[in-house]
Each structure stands twice: as C-alpha cells, then as structure tokens.
Nanobody
Framework: VQLQASGGGLVQAGGSLRLSCAASGGTFNRQTTAWFRQPPGKEREFVAAIRWNGYTYYADSVKGRFTIPRDNAKTTVSLLMNSLRPEDTAVYYC???????????????????WGQGTQVTVSS
C-alpha cells in the first residue's frame, strides 16, 4: 500500500485545514494509521492515530482541535484541523502499519509505511 498525503497550505491562526492520506494499491483495513508532524528545526512528533478498530488517539497539544476520521471504505484517513495556531506549522506526514501495539502508537520509528509530507503553515 502506498500512501499519498495532500491538503496542506497556508492558513491564518484560528483557521481550519483538512489533510488527506489516501491508500493506493490497498486499504487501511487492519492497520493503525497515524499523522505525525515535523516543525522547523525539530524532531518528528505524533499528532493523531486511528486503529483498525476505529479507536482514536491524539497528542495533548491537538486534543479538542484535531480529529482523524476514516472513510468507510478504509481507503482514506483525514486530519481535520481546527483552531490552528502558529505552533501547528510543520510538515505533516501520514504513516500506517499493521503491527502497532497500543503502547507504541506515538512512536514514529514503529511505522514502516510513510507518505510524503505536506506543508502546513499557520500565520499569526
């Protein structure tokens, strides 16, 4: 399965963006799919994840502002970002893996399959 991320852009603080991660050549069935981000000059960090059973997990910094819906066909996982802040500026990546255990869900190194990044810039 190849992952294709899209939807980044420039938005003002307080605005919204929707990122999409599309699976080609397969689906997200039985996989954990996650979004990570890498702010300028910083390490990649966990943003949100959805497990194969539909359970979702969020970094504390985005709880209440971001959601990670998945379509019923399990071919696209989105990241809906509301109330964006300048500190949300980063390159956003989607990742997927069938073997993620719950305790490792926030660990980027546990995911084997990555999409290309998409830039999100939030202006103040």
């Amino acid at each position: 399965v190849q992952l294709q991320a899209s939807g980044g852009g420039l938005v003002q603080a307080g605005g919204s963006l929707r990122l999409s991660c599309a699976a080609s050549g397969g689906t997200f069935n039985r996989q954990t799919t996650a979004w990570f981000r890498q702010p300028p000059g910083k390490e990649r960090e966990f943003v949100a994840a959805i497990r194969w059973n539909g359970y979702t997990y969020y970094a504390d910094s985005v709880k209440g502002r971001f959601t990670i819906p998945r379509d019923n066909a399990k071919t696209t996982v989105s990241l809906l970002m509301n109330s964006l802040r300048p500190e949300d500026t980063a390159v956003y990546y989607c990742a997927a893996d069938p073997s993620i255990i719950l305790s490792s869900i926030q660990m980027a190194q546990q995911y084997d399959n990555w999409g290309q990044g998409t830039q999100v810039t939030v202006s103040s």
